[in-house]
């Protein structure tokens, strides 16, 4: 019988059950908040995983009570910087070079609303940090996702999605104002559409990948905002009304990396264990539910032409600004 989770179930209730030793996952910004919620439950079943991140002294130290508590010493932490697409490609490079499969890649690490700033490529931070990196790790990673026989890629998106389409013209904030949160949303997008992309293409090959809203949670994620902009959303305490704690807001991302009931199961918007159906009425969007740009596979098809592209052209930007740390 198939486990039927709530919004209030934990990662740890999710994976419950489920044996993955053998395995191996790599969780993004796996360091803290969701990202170490989600390689904590995923460690305690059994699988080895690689926590990927860029503070070294976090992931070293995440990785170390991570084995502490899980009593599995397969956890450990490699450094990479998704600001950079040399250390995105050096990485997935050097993991294709080990001959591990890999069975379960969660792009979770992000950065969210920050004054504007570049990667060292030139990117606007969130659309090159949020998607582009992930972009670039998955496609650098897709022989050893191939070797696992069947793999799941679990790309987180938000309900802030609905802040933007991906503005295929300008994503990087060239020609048009910057404004944060709408530079949140088109990478949130691009995140879901990422899913619908990897799953078109390589289904066959027994990749499958889903997006995954994980709702509000309090983390390192909100940093860039002021107090004052915390106070007036009611963001301005440890669990503001209505949110998750990390644990929860883990659960539907190791449900996308571990249910049963998703074997095959790509191209998805998931939340709250369950998969979302789309808003077509107007208006924002409530729970379990996105909006369809969100999905749609022509614009999936073009933002992977459009990622190819930049990666083939990418230019250094030595004046590049970066954002302090990635959650």
């Given amino acids: 019988m198939t486990a039927v989770f709530g919004r209030?179930?934990?990662?740890?209730?999710?994976?419950?059950?489920h044996d993955l030793t053998g395995r191996e996952a790599v969780v993004t910004g796996g360091a803290s908040g969701i990202g170490y919620e989600t390689a904590r439950a995923l460690a305690a079943a059994g699988a080895r995983v690689v926590i990927a991140g860029r503070d070294r002294e976090r992931g070293t130290h995440a990785a170390a009570t991570l084995a502490r508590l899980t009593g599995n010493t397969d956890v450990v932490f490699r450094h990479l910087d998704l600001a950079s697409?040399?250390?995105?490609?050096?990485?997935?490079?050097?993991?294709?070079?080990?001959?591990?499969?890999?069975?379960?890649?969660?792009?979770?690490?992000g950065v969210m609303a920050p004054p504007l700033t570049r990667t060292a490529d030139g990117f606007e931070s969130q659309f090159g940090i949020n998607y582009l990196g992930h972009f670039a790790l998955a496609t650098g990673l897709l022989h050893s996702l191939r070797a696992a026989g069947t793999a799941r890629v679990v790309s987180l998106s938000s309900?802030?999605?609905?802040?933007?389409?991906?503005?295929?013209?300008?994503?990087?904030?060239r020609r048009r104002p910057y404004d944060p949160w709408e530079a949140y949303g088109q990478s949130k997008t691009a995140c879901s559409l990422l899913a619908?992309?990897?799953?078109?293409?390589?289904?066959?090959?027994?990749?499958t990948?889903?997006?995954?809203?994980?709702?509000?949670?309090?983390?390192?994620?909100?940093r860039h905002m002021a107090s004052e902009d915390l106070a007036a959303r009611g963001w301005d305490h440890?669990?503001?009304?209505?949110?998750?704690?990390?644990?929860?807001?883990?659960?539907?991302?190791?449900w996308a990396a571990v249910a049963p009931e998703l074997d095959g199961v790509g191209g998805k918007y998931l939340q709250d264990c369950t998969?979302?159906?789309?808003?077509?009425?107007?208006?924002?969007?409530?729970?379990?539910?996105?909006?369809?740009?969100?999905?749609?596979?022509?614009?999936?098809?073009?933002?992977?032409?459009?990622?190819?592209?930049?990666?083939?052209?990418?230019?250094?930007?030595?004046?590049?600004?970066?954002?302090?740390r990635i959650r």
């Fill in 275 to 324: 998969i979302a159906a789309p808003w077509t009425r107007g208006g924002d969007p409530p729970n379990r539910y996105y909006l369809p740009y969100a999905l749609d596979a022509a614009n999936a098809d073009r933002l992977w032409t459009l990622s190819e592209q930049l990666l083939a052209r990418r230019t250094p930007n030595a004046d590049a600004h970066r954002p302090d």
């Fill in 85 to 109: 697409l040399e250390s995105v490609t050096t990485w997935a490079s050097k993991h294709a070079a080990t001959g591990r499969p890999l069975h379960v890649l969660v792009l979770n690490a």
């Fill in 209 to 222: 990948a889903n997006a995954v809203m994980p709702g509000g949670v309090k983390t390192g994620l909100q």
């Fill in 196 to 207: 619908v992309a990897l799953s078109a293409r390589y289904a066959r090959d027994g990749i």
């Fill in 8 to 17: 209030d179930a934990t990662a740890l209730d999710v994976v419950s059950g």
């Fill in 238 to 254: 440890d669990r503001p009304q209505g949110w998750k704690s990390p644990a929860q807001g883990a659960a539907t991302s190791v």
């Fill in 159 to 173: 309900r802030a999605h609905r802040h933007s389409d991906v503005h295929f013209d300008d994503p990087d904030y």
